[in-house]
């Protein structure tokens, strides 16, 4: 359930993308099942998205295992290519823009495995496989 704060937000984002002119990826909320989930493309500044950009195609690329699991994925990482403060920072930004993603990052195996579990409402799945290159079966 939205709350009061996060739909005032909404409404912005929407009377800004209906000026603006909105990109495929970033759709006005609405409560139909198939647009449920959408981008706030305005929630980070331009120096923000980049760098959150940066930390995105990080962890694609550094990645070890994607492990399905029943709510979504988990993203498994070596420590040594890419830190908890970085998947931290990546958390916060992504929060802002998605924020109907469920977040958990674990650290496993005495600090020798690190994990990024993306989870969310039913349907979420398809959009993490699309987002985040994860490869069909």
């Not at 962890?59 to 492990?67: G, Q």
């Not at 830190?83 to 998605?98: P, T, Y």
Request: net charge neutral; charged share 20%.
């Amino acid at each position: 359930m939205m709350n009061i704060k996060a739909f005032t937000k909404a409404g912005i984002a929407l009377a800004l993308l209906m000026t603006a002119g909105a990109s495929a990826r970033a759709q006005a909320p609405t409560a139909t099942e198939e647009n449920k989930f959408y981008c706030n493309t305005s929630a980070l500044n331009p120096a923000e998205r980049a760098h959150h950009q940066q930390l995105t195609a990080k962890i694609i690329a550094v990645r070890n295992e994607i492990v399905e699991t029943p709510r979504g994925y988990e993203f498994q990482f070596s420590p040594s290519s890419i830190s908890i403060a970085e998947l931290a920072d990546w958390v916060a930004a992504e929060g802002k823009c998605c924020a109907f993603f469920n977040f958990h990052i674990d650290l496993e195996k005495k600090g020798n495995l690190l994990c990024l579990g993306l989870t969310g409402e039913e349907g979420i799945k398809p959009v993490i496989r699309t987002e985040f290159h994860v490869p069909a079966k």
